[in-house]
């Protein structure tokens, strides 16, 4: 009998991916100087290409190249009025699109804003410029002075934005989105998690405001509810349209604030959801961060609250198609997840940057199930930064490691895992 994870999963949009293994985002430090899809990208997703994922979501595409997550983000350069007037353009990206899903995997771009997260030099807005956010909250990296110098040094401080700010951002979102879709990509996922500017006016820790995009849980939704409809008048109807929330920035106070923001998300139509959880701040979408201490009482909650995050946006919204991504490393522990009805489609990160055809190794059923699985160890400190108390110098060098092995692959060199070397 084949493996659940073989079958193939339709999205409301038609697109159908052609099974449930998905090589999910990841931060390829790839975009060069010029922030487009440059060729070493590109090779590297030639390579993920022919792994057989169901789909390959790509690294963050920023929709603004002033506004940078990292200093070589492949980004928006400015208005995009469409494939006639940027033929250019459009061919520069449907290479990154042809070479994505030239063996049948489904390419999704992952695009994003940082927002207050954008640190200094990342992006054309000049070393002291200020960052946009909803509300002029400064980037924390903890309490310790040490922190308190490494986030004013990194983060400039953040302006609240305008409604000119906001018009300007959901038309970057707009336009990226259709530019993906004129070059061949098969859907976008909005990122909504971690931190960036779609959840910054989502959270009501970062979102402050009493206008039309604060107060109230539907008010905080706005932003990316209008981004969702906006993008729908202008992509394909069989043009995917996905996004990542988070689920640990929320609590069991919120948790129905939480709910109605997903409902109204799932009714603006949006073909998947995948849940994650993290931030700069609290980095635990790189397995860093509170829930990396020690059980405690606090990590117990939080993990049961991730579990109930999750029951209960399957049970009320049933025919939802969730992705999970993070800590799966095995075929045993990918069918688990499908079996028990916890998502429809596993995301596989970092076992993807040291080993491209993992997804291939999940499906072949004569490989053992003993052999397919990985184990990746914690990435190590140098000994001098563990003397620093800097939370975030965790996160950083598991980060640059697996950054750095993605790049590995676009130079065809042999990639390692965490306390090994080639």
Avoid at 6 to 26: D, H, I, Q, Y
Avoid at 364 to 375: C, L, M, Q, Y
């Amino acid at each position: 009998m084949s493996s659940v994870l073989s079958e193939p999963v339709k999205l409301p949009s038609g697109v159908v991916l052609p099974n449930r293994v998905a090589k999910a985002a990841m931060a390829e430090m790839l975009g060069g100087s010029e922030h487009k899809p440059a060729p070493e990208l590109i090779h590297v997703y030639e390579q993920w290409s022919r792994g057989e994922w169901g789909a390959i979501l790509t690294g963050n595409v920023q929709v603004d190249v002033n506004h940078l997550g990292s200093p070589r983000d492949p980004a928006l350069h400015g208005e995009y009025t469409g494939k006639e007037a940027n033929p250019d353009l459009v061919a520069t990206w449907s290479k990154y699109a042809e070479a994505t899903q030239q063996h049948g995997s489904v390419g999704i771009v992952q695009i994003c804003h940082p927002g207050r997260q954008s640190p200094r030099g990342a992006g054309r807005r000049g070393l002291f410029a200020s960052t946009i956010a909803p509300s002029p909250i400064r980037m924390s990296l903890g309490n310790g002075l040490l922190d308190r110098l490494a986030a004013w040094a990194l983060f400039p401080a953040a302006r609240e934005m305008t409604q000119a700010d906001i018009d300007s951002a959901t038309r970057s979102f707009v336009d990226t989105a259709r530019l993906m879709a004129d070059s061949g990509f098969s859907g976008i996922e909005l990122h909504g998690a971690h931190g960036y500017l779609i959840d910054q006016f989502l959270n009501p820790k970062t979102n402050l405001r009493t206008d039309a995009y604060g107060g109230s849980p539907e008010k905080r939704a706005k932003f990316v509810l209008d981004i969702i409809a906006q993008t729908r008048k202008v992509v394909p109807s069989n043009f995917a349209i996905g996004i990542k929330l988070n689920s640990a920035d929320h609590s069991s106070a919120s948790f129905e604030d939480t709910m109605t923001q997903i409902r109204l998300i799932v009714e603006a139509g949006i073909d998947f959801l995948e849940i994650s959880g993290g931030n700069i701040e609290d980095p635990k979408m790189m397995g860093f961060g509170s829930n990396q201490r020690p059980q405690s009482e606090r990590t117990a909650a939080r993990e049961a609250f991730f579990i109930e995050f999750a029951t209960e946006t399957r049970k009320r919204h049933p025919d939802l198609v969730l992705m999970l991504t993070g800590g799966i490393r095995s075929r045993t522990g990918a069918e688990s997840a499908i079996k028990q009805n916890a998502c429809d489609i596993v995301g596989i990160g970092r076992p993807a940057a040291v080993s491209p055809n993992f997804s291939q190794l999940l499906l072949d059923e004569s490989v053992s199930e003993k052999e397919a699985s990985i184990t990746l160890d914690k990435v190590e400190l140098p000994w001098i930064l563990k003397k620093l108390p800097l939370k975030v110098l965790g996160a950083g060098a598991d980060s640059l490691f697996y950054g750095g092995q993605i790049q590995r692959l676009a130079k065809d060199l042999k990639t390692y895992l965490p306390g090994t070397t080639v």
